[in-house]
């Protein structure tokens, strides 16, 4: 079956809902609104577009000035729903959506981060002009202007609390208090370059990575101290780190080997609890899910083998894809799983039992896979444009609505019905 470049799926009966038809170059980013609603998505054609995620239709469009940037893009919603960010190697700016215009951020160059605050009221912005940028959501005015000695390479909000976290492109590793915007230095003596910050749910801990050096390491917040400094080598370039949600554990993957296992962290001690060894190849992607029940991971062969994360034990693997595996990602019940590979396959499966629920093959190459925040609905979205519409009738009715809808309708001659068969 295949399918076009944007669509929504519908999670329980792998129906394709509808099509999202309008962009006419690479769809860079899919972002499900908080509430579910709405979904936007950003594109190297100039536009940014908000979609009705029952119906598919086009709400409203924005010009995003992304015609001749060849670095991805991405967007993220507000937690209230009410902005969108765009971020860009050099664009940035978010649409209000209740005013329908753009709010420009005042960087000097493009963005390499931004995220809201958790409870919705800033939102922080990082770019390669050196600076971390704070702005008051609800009247959209600088707050804070924080000053790296390099460009920002990362930056993550903590849970709960005003502290952000900023890793800059010198290795530069440092904790804010946004408001008295002092902040803490996070010993790096190696100077690594770390590009992926993620602090553990408590708020105590952070998880960083830096595919450049081949490092993984948590550090704890209050004392500075390591706790966890895994390096690799030539072969292995470790996957960003992906806490339980607990936050008691930490997994980490490896890409680039020929045979290297995920790995499980314990978080306070920074001590290996376990490798999941498999013969599947390279453990590539890895996830949680919600309930932090299972572990996911995603191998080169390709295969996906879930795993017990109370157990360490393998539970069942996943061999119906034939190509690389590019996103993974959890129903919100945990029940369910999407997975899509480089060869256009889009797969659900029944997590516990290994079946396939649902398959389709999309257009073009995916470049990922959400599910909606209620668990009804799955985007998929591809990076190619968007190619010639194939529709696929998913039931009788649905074709008599289409032929209803734009074709001409007329009796049939006696020849005709005698040919296909009717009184």
């Not at 099509?19 to 100039?46: C, E, F, K, L, N």
């Not at 995220?115 to 922080?124: I, K, N, Q, V, Y």
């Not at 010198?170 to 230095?185: A, C, L, N, P």
């Amino acid at each position: 079956m295949s399918l076009p470049s944007l669509m929504v799926l519908d999670g329980e009966t792998g129906e394709m809902m509808h099509p999202m038809v309008g962009h006419i170059d690479q769809v860079w980013d899919a972002a499900w609104s908080p509430d579910g609603a709405m979904i936007a998505t950003d594109s190297r054609d100039g536009r940014t577009r908000l979609w009705d995620a029952s119906t598919g239709r086009k709400l409203d469009e924005f010009q995003n000035n992304l015609e001749e940037q060849m670095v991805l893009s991405s967007i993220d919603w507000s937690p209230d729903g009410n902005q969108v960010l765009i971020m860009g190697a050099e664009f940035n700016q978010v649409w209000d959506l209740s005013t329908k215009s753009p709010i420009l951020l005042g960087h000097s160059r493009g963005l390499t981060s931004g995220e809201w605050s958790p409870d919705g009221r800033f939102l922080a912005t990082g770019s390669l002009d050196s600076s971390v940028r704070i702005w008051d959501a609800a009247d959209n005015t600088l707050t804070a202007n924080l000053e790296h000695p390099a460009a920002i390479s990362d930056l993550a909000w903590a849970p709960g609390s005003r502290q952000l976290a900023t890793a800059g492109q010198d290795g530069d590793i440092r904790v804010w208090d946004t408001d008295s915007q002092s902040f803490t230095e996070i010993p790096n003596p190696g100077g690594f370059k770390f590009t992926d910050l993620a602090w553990s749910p408590d708020g105590n801990r952070i998880a960083a990575s830096s595919v450049a050096v081949l490092t993984s390491v948590i550090w704890d917040v209050d004392t500075g101290e390591t706790l966890l400094l895994e390096q690799g080598d030539l072969r292995c370039f470790l996957a960003s780190p992906s806490w339980s949600p607990d936050g008691r554990q930490v997994v980490t993957g490896c890409t680039g080997a020929a045979d290297s296992p995920a790995r499980i962290w314990d978080a306070a001690t920074g001590e290996e609890i376990q490798r999941l060894e498999s013969k599947d190849g390279t453990s590539q992607l890895v996830a949680w899910s919600p309930d932090g029940r299972l572990i996911a991971v995603g191998y080169s062969d390709p295969i996906i083998r879930i795993w017990n994360a109370d157990s360490m034990q393998p539970i069942t693997r996943f061999t119906r894809h034939a190509e690389r595996l590019v996103a993974l990602d959890f129903a919100p019940n945990s029940q369910r799983l999407v997975s899509v590979d480089i060869g256009r396959a889009a797969l659900v499966w029944e997590v516990l039992s290994g079946s396939v629920v649902h398959t389709w093959r999309t257009a073009n190459t995916p470049a990922s896979a959400a599910w909606s925040p209620g668990g009804q609905q799955v985007v998929i979205a591809s990076i190619e444009p968007e190619p010639e519409l194939d529709q696929v009738w998913q039931s009788s009715a649905e074709l008599i609505a289409y032929a209803e809808q734009y074709c001409v309708r007329r009796q049939l001659g006696v020849d005709e019905r005698r040919r296909f068969g009717l009184p």
